[in-house]
Structure formats: structure tokens, C-alpha cells
């Protein structure tokens, strides 16, 4: 019944049709009173039907029926059956069906439905629907053949009539009568009939045949019907659709459907565009678990949707024709419809991933197997946005684990998102929701190298899509700028920034969401808070005004913020009303004719107004004023103002500058004072009038703090020697813009003297109270940092009287910075003066490192210097110039001299960084003067006066430090981390504002600028160390050597290694756009080898370069700067794409430096914390880079700590001198930790692999074990805690890869390898039994850091039990495996007493044989471990009388 319901309701559309049509003919016809007229021809066929209860009609009226179908037909079948003429009656009906419908439209009302009678009145009998005549008749089974040949012979002649009236189609109604019938009785013979149809008809009828062939046929006829259309597909691509559709409703065996799928795959890329989404989804969900990965994988090869869109250019122009009305056009698919093919493509695709979980995972191997950059394609990321808006959790976690990988690696790159993006933008804002996740989880990754590939899907999210996205966008990025995550934070100020300079008109609609970082700008940096007022001020006060509606709340927020006491908010309403003031103040374009371009009055009233109200605000704190002098240097390097908000600027500066800190000089300076004033450092000479007047005013600074509140609030301003440094900036800065980068106007200020206090001081620290010590060391920190501005002001000035001034208060800073520690040790708790006002730094600070502690090796800034190395860059005629303060501080380091064999105690500034004023990048300049040796100083500085100007040894040390500290900050990229919860109080950022405004992009080139110069300055160092070598016939320490000299000059090597480091480690290189960067940085290497010859590839560079810098080997003058070279050159290898092919020489370099005594310049040994370190790197550089790493284990292992044993207490191994008592647990721990990691990558036994293979892998294990071995057993020689704790943790780790990767292997070796597998075990089971004794001997320490890893080492050792017995078992060899109590003992071999009286701790005793040697086994087994034990006890002797090498080891921890 319900099949009937089923048939009836296919053709439910027609039969409307035809009643409507009946309908209308009765009603409208020419006889529209009186009845249709009936068939009166009375034929056995009108006969039967009429007495059947059908009526025939003509006229195109409906047949009628009076019964129901079934009883018609029943009726039909018992008249034929029971006529006395059966069967030749059969024949007559025939006859008379076929005469009937001769006539085209008698046979058109056969195929329509009949109507029920309603004259009868009994129509109740009838249901409201019935079938066509014929399809009635097709029922009756003794009728079917004929009248199905009937039907086909009858349909060629409509084939090309198309649609009668009423919308009805001849043939199309024909092949609706073989459908859904109860039963065909030569189901075959129709299938071949209508397969001849489908050879010669149109196309619209081959489709209707098609798509009907599986409502037709049965199911045994699918697999031989598929064929046929399998074969005609590959002949005919118009009826891809309809043969696809058939064959997704055909009933198919699995390899026929595999069969059809590859036909499918390989018509593919012929297939037209509109009938992909249905070709896409055939092979999608005809797919099966085993083949998914393969067919996911050739789809993705062949689906080119590149093709599918045309580009926008392309678009444009179409729409233009279609736009003329071109006729041609309307056959064209427009932009739209290809975005709408491909939107239907991406839907069966999700549709499959959604339903199908095999075909996600498949997707997500087919591009995670993609190796090239420019084979991924744009349907790679549309994927991988479907997968991810999928609800399945794991295939949306899969998505954004492949996007990330495939962006760090540099897989998928900007290119092909700009391109997704720029053709598919309405196919992708069907997945907006994914794009945004995404976004803000690449945004948030503490990975680096992926958050900018988020930013870029903010952005072009932003540019193409509709305005609800957008708005989407601008919420996400503020969400992540309050997130205060640093980072994240920077990121998103950079697009909004960019967003804004972009679309500055779409970006004013979301202001409103912009403003409301405003509450949280707690969280955020001083860089980030400039940014970000930037950003608001662009939008309020940009040129076209379009953001008007915040500037009031942009002026009250500013208000409100300057006049807050809390300094945090002071600082916060400067820093944004100085950016407001760039915004309103800046030069406006003309226009209109009527203006001339300049800023309108009104404007020009108002940043007056903000800058005398910033000013008044900040007048009362000197914090507050040298911020705001700072912020306004900022803005009038960055930002072009109008020339009038300008030249107000400048004038102030200049009058007030001279008023506040410029004194004219006087024989006798009046006041009292804490120390003795005395003008110093005068480079001028005695035309010279004018000083700065730093000690009056910090007396006077002092003196005005110790007041009472009450009496500091005057009316007039407070001059403090903090604002010296920032103002001058300001200043320097003005004169810059006025005068296009010419510094006459204020060049007197660079050789100007200060007044200050004589330095001899210093020497009588002792004798001074708290209060003048504290006010010497703020003397020392101002002067520091006045130097600190000058050099910043005139470094790039190009006179050489300039460059020798610079280069003088270059020496003046490093002797400056001598004293400063010295004195500084002398004033424990002092709180230097801030230098650096937009951090926090500004609050007290108290600071840990303040309390003197012993003079570490410094890098050069520490020592001190002698007085012809002070003053080494001057020209004779200066020497003589030299004022009287400057002779007596000349003189000053003989007497330094004299006490330098005292040991005096010091502080490391390094601590004090975020007192002294930043250096501007560009000082970095001075580094292209040459480097002064002392053997041309001695030759030259007294024969002729010298034109060049020349870097001291610490003025080098001095510039090389602050670039490598500028690009450790800027180019070395850290994870973006979350704030703790106490957040700590120094902040990394804190002296490196200048250089925040720059990108890395910027630094980097900068850097590859100075190679040339740090490439000679490297040279020298080499020269010096090689000239040293010779003149003391190799010896480091001989009787020439000057120790402060040869200390400066290995601080110089080693941090122009650094620096070169630093520089190619910059991971921006690995971009596209940055490869020709990359290049020159290496051209600069490799011209220093061979002159500069055609173009080189990336790989002769990289090996000129390294060739260039191995050369340097033979002059490491510590093992630190060997350390540098060795990562350097690690570094540069790397940049290649063949990075292998150096590893050899990195290892045998690394080997060289491990082989080699250190001696310092004094003679001693090399050691302490540092030499550790990098002896514990050097170490692992040496075994990544050595092609056997277990074969270089075992060297060290048995040659090397063998020596070791056999060596007296304070001697080294003789094969590694690096190898002694003191650094015995550095070796320790770096070899079990490289061996732990080595046998990981062994890869695991399979079953497939053949003997000779299984052979290689069980050598490889025994290599390991043996060197593991070699390794537990050394815990009886060097039984110091830090030793047996890195045995407990790495024996543990390598125990878990031997039974994950090794036993496998075992398993399958077993029959064919027993001999080596044996051998293997023996070896491995002495291990296990040491690790065994050491977990005894860990408990009777009662050590936590050592019993902590005893349970799952012991969990460990039951394991491997447990496995060998398992892999006997396997091996049918399981009478081989017995178990005896292992007795706990310590480390000396000896039983534990406390558990004497107990047998417990059933452990370890495990070995296999085949089942004939099996009598053996326990004998050979009891003397392993008596030889063990023997062996154990006889080096107890031995070890007793070695306790303090031992204590020492575990002091060195």
C-alpha cells in the first residue's frame, strides 16, 4: 500500500496539470453546455474498458473511471482471461490499444490521469486520485511487454516536439509510466531498450531516461546498468549530473563503486562549473574507510577552484558588458554564479565532514602532507575554515592545529590569504564565525612566528566583508588590547592603527568600541598607551573630522587624567595629550584654493591651550615635566606638525633651556654645597664662557625635597636636574626640524664643561656621610646620562672635530661608569635617579642587587682604564688644550692604579640599566670608526697628530653591549606570556622606548648596514689575539700579556659574536620578503673571503660565510666566545637550504673546543658558573651536530671519564681537558640526556622488515645499551647527589624507550637474531640491576630530591619483567624465563641490613634461550652477578679515599 501511495504521489504535479487542463477545456470550450463526446467505435479494447469502468473521452478531455484502479485492472485481467477467445483476445485488445492511440491526443489522454466520474453520484467508491490508462494497463502483467514496447516505439516520434500546451512533455510523461511499477517482468530487456533510447536521444530526454533508470529497474539490474552509465559518463560530460545522480540511487558493490569513483575523478577537470558541486559530492559520500585518505587526497590535487572565479579585474569588465547590454554576456556564468557554484562545492564538502568522520580526518592529512609553500591552494584554507565551524570538537581542533603548523613552517603564507579573500570574500562570509575564532586563537598564541597571520585575517576580514563583520572585527581586537596580554596587546593597537590609516571611514562608525579601552588602560605599557591614543586621536581629530562625537570624551578622559595626583594617571593624560596634540597639530594637505593649507585658528587655539595645560599640570613634578619634554621629543621625530604649532614649540624650548640650565662661567661659583664644586670636562677650551649648572641645582633639588610640603608649593617653577637630559633631547630635537638635521646652533653644548665636584672623591668614599655619598652617585648618574643625551644629539654628525668630541665623552661615560660602581658599593640602599619617565620605574624602587657584591668579570665597563686609554681618540693639539680640572681627572687613574691590588668591591650596573638614559640606535654609527690597538697607540699618538678617529677597546665594549641588549629586546622574539598575578616590579621594556617605535624590520636592516664595520672590528680582535699567540710563542698567559687589555679585548670578540648571532637568528629572515635582506647580510660575510663576484645563490652564500667564519677558530681567547662562534656558525647553516651538509664541521669545531685547555690571561684555569654553562651548550651543540651520537657517547664515556679515574685529584682527562672533577656531572648529565634522546629516534621494529634491517636496529640497540651501561656503572665511582639524582631520571626515560621502541624490535628478532638478542638482554639486565641498587641506596639517604624518582623507576623495572616474559611467550620460548629474588643493596654491592631478615622487592632476574639451552640459563645468569659484585666491591677500596672530589661535585651543583 504504501509503495502505491509512493507511485502515486511522483506524478501528483501532472495530474493537477491535466484536471486544470480538463477543466478548462470543459468549461471554455465551444460546447461548453453539453457533455464531451464519448468513443462510440466499439472495439473489444472500448468495450472491456467501458465495462471495466473506463471511460475514453476525446476532445482532450480526460479519460473518466467510475471504480477504483485496482478494481479496473482486476476486471481487465478476469475479462481476458475468462473469454472463450483467450489468448487470441489478448492480441485484439492489443490491436485495439495501439489503433486508439494512433491519434496523438487520444494518446495524450491516456497518459494523463484519469478523473473520476461524478455523474454517477456514487463517487465515493473512487478516490480522488487515480493513474494514467496505460499506467493502469502496465499493471496487468499479461499486457506489460507489449505496451511498455508500445510505449517506446511510440516516444521517438514526440522526442523533439519539447513542451505541449499546459506545460506537458510527451516523452518525459512516457518514461513516468515505468516507474515504481509492482512489477516488471523482463526487467532486463527494458533496461537494454531504454539504454538504446539513451544512445539517440536529445539530451533532455538521455537526462530524464538517466535519472529515472533507478525508480525503473531492480536492484538486480544496478551493477550492469552502472556500467553503462560508467561508460557513458566517460564519453559524455553533458550528463555528468543525471548519471551521477542515477548512480547515487543505485544500489552498487564496493569495487564497482570504486571503479565508477576513479572514472569520476578523472573526468573531473572537464566537468562543467556548475555540475562540480554534484560531482563533489558523489565522491564524497561514495567513499569508504579504507580509501578515504587516498580519495580526499586526489580530490584536493584536482579540484582547482583558482579557475572557477575570475579575478576581480576580469569581474568588473563583465559587469561592464553586461551593463551595455550585450547579448553575448547573458550566455556568460557571471561572478555571482561562480561564487555560487563554489559556495555549493563547500557545502557537500561540509556535508560530508559533518555526517562522515573518516572524510575530516582524511581532508586533514591531505594538507598536512602538503610540503611546498606553492603547492598549498585556496581550497586548503577553505577547508580548513568548514572543519573548523563543523560542531565536532576534534575536527575543529584538528583545523586550527594544521592552520597553525602550516603558518609557523611557512606553508601557508599572507599571499594565499590575501588571494581566498580578494576571489571567494561572499563564498568565506559564510564562515565568518570560524575565520573570527581563529583569528583570535592564532592572535593568542604565545608562538610568535603565527600571531601575524592572525592580524592578517582580522584585516582582510575587516576590508571585505559587510559592515556586521566589521564591527565583529573592531570588538575582537579590543577584547584582545584589554586582555593586557603584551603580545596580543601590540598586535592588536598595530591593526586597529592600520585599520584606521586604511579605512578611516569605515573605522569612525566604531569608534564608540575603540574609546572603551579607555577603562582598561591599567594593563597596558607606555608604548602600547601612545599607541593607543594615536589611534583615538586620529579618529577624533583626523583631517577629515569625521570622528568629532569622542573628542569631547577625549578631552575630558585627558583632563580628568592630568589633574590626578596618583603619578601613574599624570603619566597616562601626557602621554595622550601630546598625541592629541600630533593629531590636531599636524600639517594639513590643501583642500580647497581658499585654504592655504595651514591649521584653521580655532584649531591652532586649542594645542596651545592642551600644551600650556600639560605644562602648568606637570610643573609641580620633575617626574611629570621630563616626561612631557620626552613626549614632546617623540612626537616631533615622528610626527610633521605645522610649521606654526612648531615654531611656538621651539621658541619656548630654547629660552627656557638657557634660563633653567645654562650658567655663565665665574671664577668662583657661589654657594654652599654637600662636595666641593669644580668645572669639569671642558672641551672647548678658554674661549669657553658657559657651563651646565648640574651640581648647584641637584644641591638645590635636594634642599627644596627636605622641605616641608607646605612650603614647595610657590609660585614659581621648580628647576630639577632630572629634566636636564629629557629637555636637551627636546631641544636637540627642535633645532633638528628647523634646521634639516644642522646642530650649529647648539654644537658649543657637546664640548661644554659641566660643573661638578672633583672625582678624587671617590677614593675617600669613606670619609663622606650617607647623605654626601648618596648626592655623588645622583651626581654621577646625571652627569652619565647628560653624556649619554650628547652622544644621542651629535653621533651622526659628520666634522672630525665633532667625532673626536663624541668620541671623548664616549671615554668620559666608561670612566664615569668606573667610578659609579665604586662608588656605588660604598652606598648600599641608594635609590638612583630616574632616567627613563613613561614606566613604572618612576615609584619607588627598591632595588636588590643595590648591596655591594664582589666584582664579577665584567664586560669591559667594570674595569678601569689608564689615563692614555681615556683620552686615546684626541688629537695632540686636544691633549694640550686640556683644561686643569681635566689634567687632575687625568691623573686620576695612576692613583686608581696603585690600588688596584687591593681587591676592591664593586657593583655590576647591569642592574642600574633602567637609570640611564636610552642611546638612539643611530649612535650605533660610531662603530664604523676603526678599532686603537695599543701597539698603534703606542707607535703613533706622540709622532703625528692622527686625522682618524679611533674606538678604544672600552668604548667598543661599551657600544657593542647596548646593541646586543637593543636587538635581545627587538629582534629575538619571546612568547607572549601572561602577567602573573603579582606582577613583578622591573619591566623588560624599561629603557627601550625609542627603540619600541621601530619595527624589527627597520632594526634588522640596520644592522646588516653596520656588518661591514663589525666584520673589521672582528678582524682586529682575531689580529690582536693572533699577534698575542705569536709574541708568547702560544701561550696565553705569558709575560707580555696585559690582563685589563685582554679582557677588554675577549669582551669585544665575544659580543660581536653575539651580536652577529643575534642578527641572523632574527626570525623575520624566514620570509618571503625579507630573503633578499638575508642575502645582502650574507654578501657582506662573504665579500670579507673572496672579492664580490656574479650573483650568488642563498646556498654559496651561506657556505662562503661559513667558510669565512671558521677562519676565526684558532683565536677564542675563553671557552664562552668559542661558545658564540660555534652557535653563530650553528646560525648561518641554517639559513641555507642545506643545512647538513655543515653539521660535520659544527660538530668537529665543537669537539676541537671541547679538546682544549682554558686558561685565563692570569694562568689559571677557566672556571665558575659561567664557564659550566657554556661548557654544558658547547657539549650539546657537539652531540646534535655528530652524525653517531652513540658512537661519540661511548668516546667520551670510555676514553674520556677512564682517564679521568685513573688521574690524580685536580687533573683532567687527557683526551678532554675539558673533562675534570668539577665538570664531570655537566658531562654526565649532557651525555645521558643526548643518549636518552638518540635511542627516541631509533625507529620501532615491524613485522615487514626484513633480516637485514632487523639486524641494523638490534646493533643500534646494543651500541645503546652498552653505552647506557657504561653510564649506571659510573654511579659507583661518582656517587655525588646531583650524579645519582641524573641517573634516577634519565635511567627511568631511557628504560620507557627500550621497552616502547626496543622490545618490539625484540619480539619480532627474537627466532632469527637469538644470539644478539641475548647478548643484548645480559647487558641491558646489569643496568637495570645498578639502577636497582641505587634506588636501595637513594632510600637509605633519605634524600626527597632522590627518592622522588624511585617509585616510577621501580614501576619501570617491573614493566621491562613483565614485557621480556611477555615476548618468550610470543616466541613459544616462555620455559626460558624464571624470576629470583633480588636482594636490595647499596651502591658498594653490600645488602641493606634493615631488609635482611625480609625477601621482598621481587625484581629483575629475566633471561630467554631457546628451550634447549634453557639449563644454562641460571648458571650463567649466578655468575654475571657474582662477577658484578665482585667488581663492585673491589672499587670501594679505591672510593673512600675520594670523598672530596666527590663533596666538590655536589658543591659545584
Keep these: 500500500m504504501n509503495r502505491k501511495k509512493r507511485r502515486s504521489s511522483v506524478d501528483r504535479g501532472e495530474a493537477a496539470t491535466a484536471n486544470t487542463k480538463a477543466k478548462k477545456s470543459r468549461n471554455t470550450g465551444r460546447k461548453s453546455k453539453e457533455p464531451a463526446p464519448e468513443e462510440t467505435n466499439e472495439s473489444v479494447f472500448c468495450l472491456f474498458l467501458r465495462e471495466a469502468g473506463v471511460t475514453l473521452k476525446q476532445a482532450g478531455t480526460s479519460n473518466e473511471i467510475a471504480v477504483d484502479q485496482v478494481v479496473f485492472q482486476k476486471r481487465i485481467q478476469k475479462q481476458l482471461q475468462k473469454s472463450p477467445r483467450y489468448p487470441g483476445i489478448v492480441q485484439e485488445f492489443t490491436a485495439g490499444l495501439e489503433s486508439h492511440i494512433e491519434d496523438a491526443e487520444r494518446f495524450r489522454n491516456c497518459l494523463i490521469p484519469c478523473v473520476p466520474r461524478l455523474s454517477d453520484g456514487d463517487s465515493s467508491h473512487v478516490s480522488s486520485f487515480q493513474e494514467s490508462l496505460l499506467r493502469m494497463l502496465l499493471g496487468i502483467e499479461m499486457l506489460q511487454t507489449f505496451i511498455i514496447n508500445t510505449l517506446l516505439e511510440k516516444l521517438p516520434e514526440f522526442m523533439f516536439d519539447g513542451t505541449g500546451d499546459g506545460g506537458l512533455s510527451i516523452p518525459h510523461t512516457i518514461i513516468n509510466q515505468f516507474k515504481w511499477l509492482d512489477r516488471v517482468v523482463d526487467s532486463k530487456e527494458l533496461a537494454a531498450k531504454l539504454m538504446e533510447l539513451v544512445s539517440v536521444a536529445p539530451v533532455e530526454v538521455q537526462r530524464d531516461i538517466i535519472t529515472s533508470l533507478p525508480e525503473i529497474l531492480e536492484d538486480s539490474q544496478h551493477n550492469d546498468i552502472a556500467r553503462e552509465l560508467n561508460s557513458l559518463l566517460q564519453e559524455n560530460t553533458q550528463l555528468t549530473v543525471p548519471i551521477l545522480d542515477a548512480l547515487s540511487s543505485l544500489n552498487l558493490s564496493s569495487s564497482l563503486l570504486t571503479e565508477v569513483r576513479g572514472a569520476v575523478m578523472l573526468t573531473l577537470a572537464a566537468v562543467q562549473l556548475e555540475d562540480l558541486p554534484v560531482v563533489v559530492k558523489f565522491i564524497l559520500h561514495s567513499v569508504s574507510a579504507s580509501d578515504a585518505s587516498e580519495v580526499v587526497r586526489n580530490l584536493r590535487k584536482k579540484l582547482e577552484l583558482e579557475q572557477c572565479v575570475l579575478p576581480p579585474v576580469l569581474q568588473a569588465s563583465q559587469s561592464r558588458i553586461k551593463s551595455k547590454g550585450s547579448a553575448a554576456s547573458s550566455s556568460t556564468p557571471s561572478a555571482g554564479s561562480s561564487q555560487d557554484s563554489v559556495t555549493l562545492i563547500l557545502d557537500g564538502i561540509k556535508s560530508a565532514v559533518r555526517f562522515q568522520k573518516m572524510i575530516s580526518e582524511a581532508w586533514l592529512k591531505a594538507i598536512e602532507s602538503v610540503d611546498e609553500e606553492k603547492d598549498h591552494k585556496v581550497v586548503d584554507l577553505l577547508v580548513l575554515f568548514i572543519l573548523h565551524s563543523t560542531n565536532a570538537n576534534q575536527s575543529r581542533r584538528g583545523a586550527e592545529r594544521v592552520l597553525k603548523v602550516k603558518v609557523r613552517t611557512g606553508q601557508i603564507q599572507e599571499a594565499l590569504l590575501q588571494r581566498t579573500f580578494r576571489d571567494y570574500a561572499q563564498v568565506m562570509r559564510g564562515y565568518f564565525p570560524s575565520i573570527l575564532a581563529l583569528a583570535q586563537s592564532l592572535l593568542r598564541s604565545p608562538d610568535p612566528c603565527v600571531v601575524p597571520f592572525g592580524g592578517h585575517m582580522y584585516r582582510h576580514s575587516f576590508t571585505a566583508f559587510d559592515s556586521y563583520c566589521q564591527q565583529e572585527v573592531v570588538g575582537s581586537l579590543v577584547t584582545h588590547v584589554c586582555s593586557g596580554v603584551g603580545g596580543e596587546v601590540d598586535m592588536a593597537l598595530e591593526l586597529l592603527c592600520g585599520l584606521v590609516t586604511e579605512k578611516p571611514t569605515e573605522m569612525v562608525l566604531y569608534a564608540v568600541f575603540v574609546k572603551g579601552i579607555l577603562d582598561y588602560m591599567d594593563n597596558l605599557a607606555p608604548q602600547q598607551i601612545r599607541r593607543l591614543f594615536h589611534l583615538l586621536s586620529s579618529l577624533a581629530f583626523g583631517q577629515q573630522q569625521q570622528g568629532s562625537h569622542i573628542q569631547d570624551d577625549m578631552h575630558i578622559v585627558i583632563r580628568k587624567q592630568l589633574s590626578s595626583t596618583v603619578p601613574k594617571y599624570k603619566r597616562i593624560g601626557i602621554i595622550g595629550a601630546v598625541r592629541i596634540v600630533g593629531s590636531m597639530g599636524a600639517t594639513r594637505l590643501k583642500v580647497k584654493e581658499a585654504q592655504n593649507g595651514s591649521l584653521p585658528q580655532e584649531t591652532l587655539r586649542q594645542v596651545t591651550a592642551l600644551l600650556e595645560l600639560v605644562k602648568s599640570s606637570s610643573e609641580s613634578s620633575p617626574e611629570a615635566a621630563a616626561l612631557y619634554y620626552d613626549e614632546l621629543a617623540n612626537l616631533m621625530l615622528s610626527s610633521t606638525l605645522d610649521p606654526e604649532v612648531q615654531q611656538n614649540i621651539e621658541k619656548s624650548v630654547i629660552d627656557d633651556f638657557q634660563v633653567d640650565f645654562v650658567v655663565d662661567l665665574e671664577p668662583e661659583i657661589p654657594g654652599s654645597f654637600p662636595l666641593t664644586p669644580r668645572v669639569m670636562y671642558d672641551l672647548e677650551g678658554q674661549g669657553n664662557n658657559i657651563a651646565i649648572n648640574l651640581l648647584p641645582l641637584l644641591a638645590k633639588s635636594v634642599q627644596t625635597k627636605g622641605e616641608q610640603q607646605s612650603q614647595t608649593t610657590k609660585a614659581h617653577k621648580r628647576v630639577s636636574p632630572l629634566c636636564l637630559s629629557p629637555f636637551f633631547r627636546l631641544l636637540r630635537l627642535c633645532e633638528h626640524k628647523q634646521h634639516q638635521g644642522d646642530l650649529d646652533e647648539i654644537d658649543g653644548l657637546l664640548g661644554c664643561p659641566l660643573i661638578l665636584t672633583d672625582m678624587d672623591v671617590v677614593e675617600k668614599m669613606e670619609s663622606l656621610s650617607k647623605v654626601e655619598r648618596e648626592f655623588l652617585c645622583t651626581l654621577l648618574f646625571h652627569t652619565i646620562n647628560w653624556f649619554r643625551e650628547v652622544i644621542n644629539a651629535f653621533c651622526q654628525q659628520k666634522e672630525t672635530e665633532m667625532k673626536m668630541k663624541v668620541m671623548t665623552r664616549l671615554q668620559n661615560i666608561t670612566y664615569l661608569q668606573t667610578l659609579l660602581e665604586r662608588a656605588l658599593a660604598e652606598t648600599p640602599g641608594y635609590v638612583p635617579p630616574v632616567a627613563n619617565f613613561d614606566g613604572e620605574s618612576t615609584d619607588a624602587v627598591t632595588l636588590s642587587s643595590a648591596a655591594p657584591v664582589n666584582k664579577a668579570k665584567k664586560d669591559g665597563t667594570g674595569k678601569k682604564r689608564k689615563a692614555p686609554g681615556k683620552n686615546s681618540s684626541e688629537s695632540s693639539t686636544q691633549l694640550e688644550e686640556m683644561t686643569e680640572a681635566d689634567k687632575t681627572q687625568q691623573e686620576q687613574p695612576e692613583k686608581e692604579k696603585e690600588k688596584e691590588k687591593e681587591i676592591r668591591q664593586g657593583v655590576s650596573l647591569v642592574s642600574y640599566r633602567q637609570f640611564f638614559r636610552e642611546l638612539d640606535l643611530e649612535v650605533l654609527d660610531v662603530l664604523q670608526c676603526g678599532l686603537l690597538s695599543r701597539s698603534l697607540l703606542d707607535s703613533e699618538l706622540h709622532t703625528k697628530v692622527r686625522e682618524e678617529v679611533l674606538l678604544g677597546p672600552a668604548e667598543l665594549v661599551f657600544l657593542l653591549e647596548d646593541m646586543h641588549r637593543k636587538l635581545e629586546f627587538s629582534l629575538t622574539a619571546a612568547p607572549a606570556k601572561r602577567p602573573p598575578f603579582f606582577k613583578g616590579r622591573t619591566d623588560k621594556s624599561v629603557g627601550f622606548s625609542h627603540l619600541q617605535q621601530r619595527s624589527s624590520k627597520d632594526i634588522a636592516s640596520y644592522c646588516v648596514q653596520l656588518l661591514p664595520a663589525l ?302 638478542v641475548r647478548s643484548l638482554l645480559i647487558i641491558f639486565q646489569r643496568s637495570t640491576r645498578q639502577l636497582h641498587h641505587t634506588c636501595g641506596h637513594s632510600k637509605i639517604l633519605q634524600d626527597t630530591s632522590l627518592t622522588n624518582h624511585v617509585p616510577a623507576l621501580k614501576k619501570s623495572l617491573e614493566l621491562f619483567i613483565y614485557r621480556v616474559k611477555a615476548m618468550l611467550t610470543l616466541n613459544n620460548c616462555q620455559e626460558a624465563f624464571w624470576i629470583g629474588n633480588l636482594k636490595n643493596r647499596n651502591l658498594k654491592g653490600e645488602e641493606i641490613p634493615s631488609q635482611r631478615s625480609q625477601e621482598s622487592d621481587e625484581d629483575e632476574e629475566d633471561e630467554e634461550e631457546e628451550e634447549e639451552q634453557h639449563s644454562l640459563l641460571p648458571q650463567d645468569q649466578s655468575e654475571d652477578e657474582a662477577v658484578e659484585t665482585d667488581s663492585e666491591e673491589s672499587k670501594t677500596v679505591n672510593r673512600e679515599e675520594d670523598l672530596d672530589p666527590d663533596d666538590i661535585i655536589e658543591d659545584s651543583d
Aim: proline share 2%; glycine share 4%.
Design 1015 to 1316: 666584520c673589521s672590528h672582528l678582524e682586529n680582535c682575531h689580529n690582536h689575539f693572533q699577534t698575542l699567540l705569536s709574541d708568547n710563542n702560544g701561550v696565553v698567559d705569558g709575560p707580555s700579556t696585559d690582563v685589563q687589555q685582554h679582557h677588554l679585548m675577549s669582551s669585544c670578540y665575544q659580543l660581536l659574536l653575539q651580536v652577529l648571532n643575534a642578527t641572523f637568528s632574527w626570525s623575520g629572515f624566514s620570509q618571503p620578503g625579507q630573503r633578499s635582506l638575508l642575502k645582502k647580510a650574507l654578501g657582506v660575510l662573504a665579500e670579507r673571503l673572496k672579492e664580490k663576484s656574479a650573483e650568488l645563490t642563498l646556498d654559496q652564500l651561506v657556505k662562503h660565510s661559513f667558510k669565512y667564519l671558521v677562519n676565526f677558530r684558532s683565536t677564542m681567547p675563553s671557552l664562552s666566545t668559542a661558545l658564540c662562534l660555534s652557535q653563530l656558525l650553528s646560525t648561518v647553516s641554517e639559513k641555507g637550504g642545506n643545512s647538513a651538509a655543515y653539521r660535520e664541521q659544527t660538530a668537529s669545531l665543537a669537539k676541537r673546543f671541547l679538546g682544549q685547555v682554558w686558561v685565563t690571561a692570569s694562568g689559571q684555569r677557566e672556571r665558575g658558573i659561567k664557564f659550566n654553562e657554556a661548557l654544558h651548550t658547547l657539549l650539546k651543540i657537539y652531540l646534535e651536530h655528530v652524525d653517531d651520537v652513540l658512537k661519540a657517547v661511548e668516546e667520551i664515556a670510555e676514553t674520556g671519564i677512564s682517564e679521568l679515574i685513573n688521574a690524580s685529584k685536580d687533573e683532567s682527562s687527557a683526551s678532554w681537558p675539558t673533562l675534570n672533577r668539577q665538570t664531570f656531572l655537566i658531562f654526565y648529565k649532557v651525555l645521558m640526556a643526548e643518549l636518552e634522546k638518540a635511542v627516541r629516534k631509533i625507529p620501532a621494529g615491524k613485522v615487514s622488515d626484513n633480516t637485514e634491517a632487523q639486524s641494523e636496529k638490534l646493533m643500534t640497540w646494543k651500541l645503546a645499551v652498552n653505552d647506557f651501561h657504561i653510564l649506571v656503572k659510573l654511579v659507583m665511582e661518582f656517587d655525588s647527589r646531583p650524579v645519582l639524582n641524573v641517573c634516577l631520571k634519565y635511567g627511568r626515560l631511557f628504560l620507557d624507550s627500550f621497552l616502547k621502541l626496543g622490545m618490539p624490535l625484540l619480539d619480532h628478532s627474537f627466532k632469527k637474531h637469538m644470539e644478539e
